[in-house]
């Protein structure tokens, strides 16, 4: 049995742009996907249940709030205007009981969201198309929180909290810093 690779944050900003706009393109559910998943850094777990009349309310409070499947504990996380603009945009002429993330499937006549497969192939995809590995929908949630870390000034105990994690160590290990740090460190090298 091979080693298990580690899923990785993407680092460039630029690429996550990019890819935003790759997956608008593609289809703008995939767009907003992405995008919530990058700006909130929930789980993917905790995003595909959305629905309409939810993207509503956190558009009227100004932010996300939902009680995360895997811990039972609720995190908030405040809009910004790119992903406020992208649920106005979403959301204009959709029923409110529709899921966000819904599926095309049918079963029994009932709207489904999207599985959490489907929603691994489009990621990936979308990585791959920018040359990137290790990618799949947990790298939208280690996104988000790289990000908060290199805004805050490297403040771990900022991305902590952001995560909703109980122990800094944990949040050192689930960042991958060492590993990128050596990464960089061997892209570097020039005997």
Do not use: C, Q
Request: proline share 2%; charged share 30%.
């Amino acid at each position: 049995m091979g080693k298990k690779t580690t899923v990785m944050p993407i680092t460039n900003k630029e690429i996550v742009k990019d890819m935003i706009e790759y997956l608008n393109n593609w289809n703008e559910m995939y767009g907003l996907l992405f995008t919530f998943g990058v700006y909130t850094g929930y789980r993917i777990s905790d995003i595909l249940p959305i629905k309409i009349r939810d993207l509503s309310r956190y558009l009227d409070d100004n932010y996300v709030s939902i009680v995360e499947k895997k811990t039972g504990n609720r995190r908030e996380v405040r809009l910004n205007s790119i992903l406020r603009r992208a649920i106005k945009d979403y959301i204009k002429d959709k029923d409110s009981f529709e899921y966000a993330f819904k599926s095309n499937k049918k079963t029994k006549g009932v709207n489904k969201p999207i599985t959490r497969e489907h929603a691994g192939r489009i990621i990936k995809k979308a990585a791959k198309a920018f040359g990137l590995k290790h990618i799949n929908t947990h790298s939208m949630r280690k996104t988000f929180a790289l990000f908060i870390y290199e805004l805050s000034g490297k403040d771990m105990n900022a991305a902590r909290e952001a995560l909703g994690h109980e122990d800094i160590s944990y949040t050192k290990l689930y960042l991958g810093l060492d590993r990128l740090k050596v990464d960089d460190l061997v892209s570097e090298l020039d005997f």
